[in-house]
């Protein structure tokens, strides 16, 4: 993924925005850069755009949206940002987290009003990190609808999307002004096109098993439930252009992917009292500290699997999400009158899980610490028939990548911004901080979303200055 020098791109057409990748965070900045009056070309490498967004659940935190009022709902910006942060044990941009924070209710109400993408809030449980109830999901909340709504918004405003155009080089000048971009089909022809400003929305490089092993080595041998494409183009190009980077050890897991089935199972299970036991019938771990930092606990168990244990009190919350849906469809989820039955169904030691569900249910009640530090808090113990699904730890995406201000510009190691260069998503450096656990439930899409209109509209900003 080479930077050539500008005098060597030969180009018949120009457009004022380009933007490599059509996930959430490419749309987003394609939509807000053709609201601004730009022309606007998306380059997708794929035959249909689909990438990290149609694999999530489609989940976007924001604050003090006209749906959390509706539901009588009291959140602030501030108390988002402070959220991420202590989640990120304040190891993250400051400014940057709270100029996201900022701009996530009005994105949530800007593609509702503006672009017609239909958010329902999701209740009925907290997610790990959350002080209230803030999640922003599509109807049958999954990344899918997600991506299908924006790209039906992105066909309103008669935007340019190439599809199967896998992007390969980037043309600057010396001072590091990108002025036209090389794409390449699947038959090998290639054509270039010229550009005043670039958004880079192609993700991280969870997909580059080298990259994952150089950086983040300890989850380089789990399941990888992410986007083959994540290569890790936008730190190659980032890093030549001279683009400062950061976090790169950083990442989100996910500490219950149904196996063999590869659906992330939904953390309400657990926060709402369910526990996680290994094959030999134990808790091994908080469940509850997050569900990216569970990824390794997950993996480390004999076997590289656990099993999620809860009941259909706690399934209740999460039969709408199609994830869930479908293990059970295929049989993944199973059912047994009691812990007996359960240790039997599962292949588990039958006094060893039932010690367990003593355990558990002495921490609920107050009569002794948990020896995991976590709080059980109000919750009833399990009831029958109780559930279980097997499980393991994945990787899902990289959250290091460029540094860049609150316009979404790329920025130098010195703090000085490149020409015309910006970023969002996972291309960008993200709010976790310096490791996996600080990732915080729901910011892949959050800093997709966001980063992605900011981006688009300081662009268009910029390209209509350059012309």
Not at 276 to 291: D, I, K, M, P, T
Not at 360 to 374: E, L, Q, S, T, Y
Request: some cysteine.
């Amino acid at each position: 993924m080479p930077v050539l020098a500008a005098e060597l791109a030969h180009f018949e057409y120009k457009v004022s925005v380009v933007v490599i990748g059509a996930g959430a965070c490419g749309l987003t900045a394609a939509l807000a850069a053709a609201e601004a009056g730009a022309d606007v070309l998306v380059l997708e490498r794929d035959a249909r755009p689909t990438g990290s967004t149609s694999l999530s659940t489609g989940l976007i935190p924001a604050a003090g949206t006209k749906l959390q009022r509706a539901a009588g709902m009291e959140d602030s910006a501030d108390l988002l940002a402070r959220d991420i942060l202590n989640k990120a044990r304040q190891q993250s941009d400051a400014g940057m987290v709270h100029a996201i924070a900022h701009a996530a209710g009005p994105t949530i109400d800007w593609l509702t009003e503006s672009h017609g993408v239909l958010f329902t809030l999701v209740e009925g449980y907290l997610y790990p990190g959350h002080s209230v109830r803030r999640m922003h999901g599509t109807p049958n909340r999954t990344g899918r609808e997600l991506e299908s709504a924006l790209l039906a918004a992105a066909g309103k405003m008669q935007i340019d999307i190439v599809c199967s155009a896998l992007a390969t080089d980037l043309y600057a000048t010396p001072d590091g002004r990108v002025t036209a971009v090389r794409f390449i089909r699947p038959d090998g022809s290639s054509e270039t096109i010229g550009c005043n400003a670039l958004v880079l929305a192609c993700c991280g490089f969870a997909g580059n098993k080298g990259m994952v092993r150089e950086y983040i080595p300890e989850i380089a041998d789990a399941q990888f439930c992410g986007h083959v494409g994540n290569q890790g183009d936008a730190i190659a190009w980032g890093r030549e252009l001279g683009a400062a980077l950061a976090d790169l050890g950083s990442y989100q897991g996910h500490g219950a992917v149904a196996t063999p089935y590869g659906n992330p199972i939904n953390w309400g299970v657990l926060t709402e009292g369910g526990f996680q036991v290994n094959a030999l019938g134990q808790r091994f771990s908080n469940e509850v500290h997050g569900y990216s930092e569970q990824a390794v606990e997950t993996i480390a168990q004999p076997g590289g699997f656990a099993w999620n244990i809860y009941d259909e009190i706690r399934e209740r919350p999460i039969l709408g999400f199609t994830d869930y849906r479908e293990v059970m469809a295929l049989g993944g989820i199973r059912k047994a009158p009691g812990i007996d039955a359960l240790a039997t169904l599962i292949g588990v030691p039958d006094y060893a899980l039932q010690q367990t569900f003593a355990e558990v249910d002495a921490i609920r009640a107050g009569k002794r610490a948990d020896p995991f530090g976590r709080d059980f808090g109000n919750t009833r113990p399990l009831e029958a028939p109780l559930c279980a699904v097997k499980v393991t730890g994945a990787l899902f995406h990289t959250q290091g990548g460029l540094v860049i201000d609150t316009d979404a510009q790329a920025l130098r190691g010195d703090g000085s911004k490149l020409p015309n260069l910006f970023a969002g998503g996972g291309a960008a450096r993200g709010m976790s901080g310096p490791s996996r656990w600080g990732y915080f439930s729901g910011g892949g899409l959050l800093t997709a979303v966001t980063l992605g209109r900011l981006a688009g509209s300081n662009a268009a900003r910029l390209a209509r200055a350059a012309a």
